[in-house]
T-cell receptor
Framework: EAQVTQNPRYLITVTGKKLTVTCSQNMNHEYMSWYRQDPGLGLRQIYY???????DKGDVPEGYKVSRKEKRNFPLILESPSPNQTSLYFC??????????????FGPGTRLTVL | GNSVTQMEGPVTLSEEAFLTINCTYTATGYPSLFWYVQYPGEGLQLLLK?????DKGSNKGFEATYRKETTSFHLEKGSVQVSDSAVYFCALLPYNTDKLIFGTGTRLQVFP
């Protein structure tokens, strides 16, 4: 089954404790992206990647890192989480860049709480 | 700059009622427009899209027409079902970019 998977689905942590949220897709997609969803703000893009070893900042990259060493994986790293990073995070992928209206496929989400 | 404005929710309807969720946008050039749907506890799914002016996207009984003259992409459905209860996001892809811009989302609640 074609899908985007994220782990963990739920995470409660404390300020300053480094964490990684994994994202993997099995569709051989080139483009991958991370979003955060907050009430009243919709989805905002954190980082995206056009292909292996190619990443770029989205609209809210501060406090996050990403890497794209393999085509299928795009982990989101919070080196020193803070309470304002409490949010619902979504990973998404598409076959190519989005120009032309290419559909993105979303993972199920990771709900992160930073105390 | 580029932005999307959606009507605030929640929108509460009885089953078989007519649905309209308003979406307007600001963009230069010719963006592509999308509606995504998020069912409870799930990620977003593409519902429909339109890539040029006057295009009509449609899927599962939902429709939206890309109106450049009014910079709008309103979502409509003639007869909603309880299973349509979800959050609906309007989104904009500016021309020649790879960054999707989402609206704030509109929650739809349909009661039997």
């Amino acid at each position: 089954e074609a899908q985007v998977t994220q782990n963990p689905r739920y995470l409660i942590t404390v300020t300053g404790k480094k964490l990684t949220v994994t994202c993997s897709q099995n569709m051989n997609h080139e483009y991958m992206s991370w979003y955060r969803q907050d009430p009243g703000l919709g989805l905002r893009q954190i980082y995206y990647s056009m292909n292996v070893e190619v990443t770029d900042k989205g609209d809210v990259p501060e406090g996050y890192k990403v890497s794209r060493k393999e085509k299928r994986n795009f982990p989101l790293i919070l080196e020193s989480p803070s309470p304002n990073q409490t949010s619902l995070y979504f990973c998404a992928s598409s076959s190519h860049g989005l120009a032309g209206g290419i559909e993105q496929f979303f993972g199920p989400g990771t709900r992160l709480t930073v105390l | 700059g580029n932005s999307v404005t959606q009507m605030e929710g929640p929108v509460t309807l009885s089953e078989e009622a007519f649905l309209t969720i308003n979406c307007t946008y600001t963009a230069t050039g010719y963006p592509s427009l999308f509606w995504y749907v998020q069912y409870p506890g799930e990620g977003l799914q593409l519902l429909l899209k339109a890539t040029k002016a006057d295009d009509k996207g449609s899927n599962k009984g939902f429709e939206a027409t890309y109106r450049k003259e009014t910079t709008s992409f309103h979502l409509e459905k003639g007869s909603v079902q309880v299973s349509d209860s979800a959050v609906y996001f309007c989104a904009l892809l500016p021309y020649n970019t790879d960054k999707l811009i989402f609206g704030t989302g509109t929650r739809l609640q349909v009661f039997p």
